[in-house]
């Protein structure tokens, strides 16, 4: 299961980021991220696989759950 709950991520002292998301995926499920480009896919993919704040570094707030 990945939960994300109220996440807000932003690059530095860029504007660029997501803001105050949530979803839960459960097991087995299959999601397509879709959208504009600039929309935060890249960002939300990047949460759900642990390269931000750690390798992008920016500011946090929120979690991001896996299990």
């Not at 997501?18 to 990047?46: A, F, M, P």
């Not at 750690?54 to 759950?65: S, T």
Request: glycine fraction near 14%; hydrophobic fraction near 30%.
């Amino acid at each position: 299961m990945i939960q994300i709950k109220n996440a807000t991520f932003t690059y530095g002292e860029d504007k660029r980021g997501v803001y105050d998301i949530s979803c839960t995926i459960e097991r087995g499920e299959c999601v397509v991220l879709c959208g504009k480009s600039g929309c935060g896919k890249t960002t939300v993919s990047r949460l759900v696989n642990g390269l931000t704040p750690h390798f992008y570094h920016g500011f946090l707030k929120g979690e991001v759950l896996i299990d």
